[in-house]
């Protein structure tokens, strides 16, 4: 933290320069209002417009006419081409969409971190410094008797905690000890959410430059489809990519949800944590965190259909390319028609073996002429054609299984195909699967996590049979 680094941040980082704005208080406690306390990650341009007019009205009418003289519309473009705000269209819909970039979130966490707390809880902070070190000591050691010794140490503070519980001495956290740890999770969480922009921008970034590598180089085709994956393991390779990809597995167990549901539901009907709580941020958390971790993820499978699109690009420029040169060819034949060249080897192709065998060719094969018979058509007889196989075609309503997916997460906030299998069978057959995978993949709520393959019985009606296939699994949530 010298002088040139902090004078370089004043000048150029967008943070700084939002918080040095004489209208940081219109665009901070607008985007608040929008995206944090509305607990929305992408809002359309129609609707963030909208709003923004709104607002601008009120507080033109409170501060006067000419506090804010702009149009909405200029606002939000102004903010946009400033760095607050990312700008984005996508490949659906011809209406723009905005969601806050890092340097804004950095700001509203800063503005949030000055608010009075009701207290600075120090010792939860201290119990996680000290737990987290014994796991990078104790977790990072290959010597087995020191991983003994502890696990050895932690059984028996078990067992001394299991002997004060049976022998009625119970100890429990006093009401101080509650609401610190509360706030720590709450400032853990929110900030775990703000860190997501942060994330999702370093893909981007590191998307932005594998492009950037690719256009600029003039290797093959074959060569650069080598770069290409190697390159795509290499974004999921990194500590972000490996980090985001332990926490979306964690997130998207089942086991976990539900854990992580019991646990929240405890915690907020507590009478300590009822008298501080003003919002439903927590209750929320676990929702939040996949829909932020759901937008990374189809961030990641955009930036890699662009590098595809990319290589689908480079492939039709080279044939266009082919094309033109067969037609320069075609134009220099004509050219040269009546004026033949007087050396009649005027061509010469690499590596053409020169070499034809009398044997290689095809011996002589009398030409079979058609035979035409003139004979009237007769009309056909209806009673003899069986019509009822054009009834017995297999039809897949998308409807009756959209119906049973919302059904079944009524009680459940995810769910599997494989657990819809179990209780709706599949009688049509793969035509059925096919289906499924079709609204997966054209939902905002559902999930084809290739990673996990699993067993899936399925019948025809018609034809008595069973199988077991084996998909990806699909997950659709609520």
């Known amino acids: 933290m010298d002088y040139e680094n902090i004078k370089y941040l004043k000048d150029y980082n967008p943070t700084v320069k939002l918080l040095r704005l004489d209208n940081a208080p219109l665009i901070l406690s607008f985007l608040y209002q929008e995206f944090k306390k509305n607990n929305k990650i992408v809002i359309s341009n129609t609707e963030l417009k909208t709003s923004l007019s709104d607002y601008l009205y009120n507080l033109n009418h409170i501060y006067g006419e000419n506090t804010y003289p702009g149009t909405a519309r200029n606002y939000l473009d102004k903010w946009s081409n400033d760095s607050f705000l990312r700008k984005y269209y996508t490949s659906n819909s011809d209406e723009s969409f905005f969601e806050l970039t890092p340097a804004t979130e950095k700001?509203?966490?800063?503005?949030?971190?000055?608010?009075?707390?009701?207290?600075?809880?120090?010792?939860?902070?201290?119990?996680?410094?000290?737990?987290?070190?014994?796991?990078?000591?104790?977790?990072?050691?290959?010597?087995?008797?020191k991983r003994l010794e502890e696990l050895e140490k932690q059984?028996?503070?078990?067992?001394?905690e299991i002997?004060?519980?049976?022998?009625?001495?119970i100890e429990k956290l006093n009401e101080t000890q509650i609401k610190e740890r509360f706030f720590d999770v709450y400032d853990t969480a929110r900030k775990l959410l703000s860190d997501?922009?942060?994330?999702?921008?370093?893909?981007?970034?590191?998307?932005?430059?594998?492009?950037?590598?690719?256009?600029?180089?003039?290797?093959?085709?074959g060569k650069l489809l080598e770069d290409i994956f190697k390159n795509q393991d290499f974004i999921s390779d990194t500590d972000q990519g490996r980090s985001f990809k332990a926490f979306w597995e964690f997130i998207m167990s089942q086991k976990k949800q539900d854990e992580l549901d019991d646990l929240i539901k405890i915690v907020s009907n507590l009478p300590e944590i009822q008298n501080i709580k003003h919002d439903d941020f927590i209750e929320?958390?676990?929702?939040?965190?996949?829909?932020?971790?759901?937008?990374?993820?189809?961030?990641?499978?955009?930036?890699?259909?662009?590098?595809?699109?990319y290589l689908d690009n480079k492939t039709y420029l080279e044939n266009k390319r082919t094309i033109e040169i067969i037609s320069e060819i075609k134009s220099l034949a004509i050219q040269i028609k009546g004026?033949?060249?007087?050396?009649?080897?005027?061509?010469?192709?690499?590596?053409?073996?020169?070499?034809?065998?009398i044997m290689e060719r095809r011996l002589f094969e009398v030409p079979k002429n058609p035979e035409i018979i003139n004979k009237e058509l007769e009309e056909g007889c209806s009673d003899s054609i069986n019509m009822d196989v054009l009834y017995k075609q297999l039809y897949i309503?998308?409807?009756?299984?959209?119906?049973?997916?919302?059904?079944?997460?009524?009680?459940?906030?995810?769910?599997?195909?494989?657990?819809?299998?179990?209780?709706?069978?599949?009688?049509?057959?793969?035509?059925?699967?096919?289906?499924?995978?079709?609204?997966?993949?054209?939902?905002?709520?559902?999930?084809?996590?290739?990673?996990?393959?699993?067993?899936i019985i399925i019948s025809n009606k018609e034809t008595k049979k069973y199988f077991e296939i084996k998909i990806p699994q699909i997950i659709f949530c609520k």
């Open 397 to 455: 309503d998308q409807e009756e299984l959209r119906i049973r997916i919302r059904e079944l997460l009524k009680f459940n906030t995810q769910i599997t195909l494989k657990q819809i299998a179990e209780i709706y069978p599949v009688e049509k057959g793969l035509s059925e699967i096919i289906t499924y995978y079709s609204i997966a993949s054209k939902g905002n709520k559902s999930y084809i996590n290739e990673e996990v393959i699993e067993n």
């Open 284 to 309: 929320r958390i676990e929702v939040n965190l996949i829909d932020a971790g759901d937008k990374v993820n189809k961030t990641n499978h955009q930036l890699i259909e662009q590098v595809r699109r």
């Open 155 to 160: 059984k028996h503070e078990i067992e001394i």
């Open 107 to 145: 700001a509203l966490e800063w503005i949030k971190d000055l608010d009075k707390k009701e207290f600075v809880g120090t010792e939860s902070r201290l119990l996680k410094i000290f737990d987290i070190l014994k796991e990078i000591v104790y977790k990072s050691s290959d010597d087995p008797q």
């Open 339 to 357: 004026n033949l060249p007087k050396n009649k080897n005027f061509l010469f192709i690499d590596d053409r073996p020169l070499i034809e065998l």
């Open 163 to 169: 002997e004060k519980i049976q022998s009625g001495n």
């Open 196 to 221: 997501f922009r942060e994330v999702e921008s370093n893909f981007r970034e590191l998307a932005r430059s594998v492009r950037e590598k690719q256009v600029n180089s003039n290797l093959k085709k």
